[in-house]
Structure formats: C-alpha cells, structure tokens
Nanobody, 119 residues
Framework: QVQLVESGGGLVQPGGSLRLSCAASASIFSINAIGWYRQAPGKERELVAIISSGGSTKYADSVKGRFTISRDNAKNTVYLQMNSLKPEDTAVYYC?????????????WGQGTQVTVSS
C-alpha cells in the first residue's frame, strides 16, 4: 500500500507563506492524481488543489493566484506552496490520491498537517 504523509504546517501571520509537502512511500505519479484537501473547524473537507500525473492542475476559486501545487516525481513528493495566507485558510490540510476529472479522493485520510493563520 502506498502511504502519503503530510508535513510543513505551522502558525503564520496573515500575508505569510508556507510550503506543505506530501511524501509518498512509492512511485504513484504515473497512474494517480494527488490532491490537497482541507477541513476548517465546523466545515466539511474541501478540495484545495489537485495535480494529475501529467502535471495538469485545478484549484479552488478561493486559493487561485495564491496557492501553487507541484510535484517532484524523483522524490515522490507533491508540494503546496501557499502565499498571501489569510485567516480563512486556517484548517487541517490533507493530501490524498484522487480522480483528476472529478477531484474525488480515493483512500483513507491520514492525520494531515495543521495550518493556522492568525495575528
């Protein structure tokens, strides 16, 4: 089974930046899309960004122009660069295999990584 582990979260001030990493235990990028999802307090989990094995990307409207998803196939790692962070971005962020076309996740959720944006 391929395991995905999130890291890189933390506490930042509004306007700050964070880079999240999603490390896979094996190569999956030739056959799978990987997405970043988040769940804020009192809200349902939602898609933030997703990247296909070919490098195509989709973003939630709320993060377009601020967040960038990318991958390093040699390192079996997907990244989420988050700039111009807002308090509304505060959430637990998860990475997950998913379908690129529908953005639906596939698999079991891990522990995620906490992102807190506050002054």
């Amino acid at each position: 089974q391929v395991q995905l582990v999130e890291s890189g979260g933390g506490l930042v001030q509004p306007g700050g930046s964070l880079r999240l990493s999603c490390a896979a235990s094996a190569s999956i990028f030739s056959i799978n899309a990987i997405g970043w999802y988040r769940q804020a307090p009192g809200k349902e989990r939602e898609l933030v960004a997703i990247i296909s094995s070919g490098g195509s990307t989709k973003y939630a409207d709320s993060v377009k122009g601020r967040f960038t998803i990318s991958r390093d196939n040699a390192k079996n790692t997907v990244y989420l660069q988050m700039n111009s962070l807002k308090p509304e971005d505060t959430a637990v962020y998860y990475c997950m295999r998913g379908y690129y076309s529908s953005t639906y996740p596939v698999g079991s959720w891990g522990q995620g990584t906490q992102v807190t944006v506050s002054s």
